[in-house]
């Protein structure tokens, strides 16, 4: 069993919906948990980090922690043709990122 | 730039060969990592620096691969006799600080260089 498992996708949503991607992880000496999104080719791209349970919000974007359920989300709302993307969840343990497979999110126009 | 630099972007080399990945952090970022990225996959953690000292190495694949951070700015990742199974994405990224103990500090990555081996 991979350290932090995400669903691979495809996950469609249409245009202005609300796309919830999820994440669960096994190290309960994770502290750290960060959202990356990932364009075809290119490098990852911070979104979101959230330390504490609860709910983070930034903007369209949400990250949600539960550390009692090893379970960590992202809701983006009014999602958009240009949030396409794969996302990767991504727990820090020590001084390393372990990351998930990532979630591929199409939103069609 | 004011970003992780990676070079070179791509590099093709043929089985048995050496290469060097260059990468160069964000300035004043204390913590420099290392990752390997496979067509499909999430980046697999390799190896991490704070300033000059290399303090985790365990997600090096093999004796092959060795890493360095000298002056604790610049970090080379190299590679010594080359296999096709090396051949992915290698990404930098930097940070503020590794986190150690408690949280970590976001990591910020470069454009990666893709390596194929022929």
């Known amino acids: 069993q991979k350290e932090v498992e995400q669903n691979s996708g495809p996950l469609s949503v249409p245009e202005g919906a609300i796309a919830s991607l999820n994440c669960t992880y096994s190290d309960r000496g994770s502290q750290s948990f960060f959202w990356y999104r990932q364009y075809s080719g290119k490098s990852p791209e911070l979104i979101m980090f959230i330390y504490s349970n609860g709910d983070k919000e930034d903007g369209r974007f949400t990250a949600q922690l539960n550390k009692a359920s090893q379970y960590v989300s992202l809701l983006i709302r009014d999602s958009q043709p240009s949030d396409s993307a794969t996302y990767l969840c991504a727990g820090g343990v020590g001084g390393k990122l372990i990351f998930g497979q990532g979630t591929e999110l199409s939103v069609k126009p | 730039g004011a970003g992780v630099s990676q070079s070179p972007r791509y590099k093709v080399a043929k089985r048995g060969q050496d290469v060097a990945l260059r990468c160069d952090p964000i300035s004043g970022h204390v913590s420099l990592f290392w990752y390997q990225q496979a067509l499909g996959q999430g980046p697999e953690f390799l190896t991490y620096f704070q300033n000059e000292a290399q303090l985790d190495k365990s997600g090096l694949p093999s004796d092959r691969f060795f890493a360095e951070r000298p002056e604790g700015s610049v970090s080379t990742l190299k590679i010594q006799r080359t296999q096709q199974e090396d051949s992915a994405v290698y990404l930098c990224?930097?940070?503020?600080?590794?986190?150690?103990?408690?949280?970590?500090?976001?990591?910020?990555f470069g454009d990666g260089t893709r390596l194929s081996i022929l």
């Open positions: 990224a930097s940070s503020w600080t590794g986190g150690g103990g408690g949280g970590n500090q976001p990591q910020h």
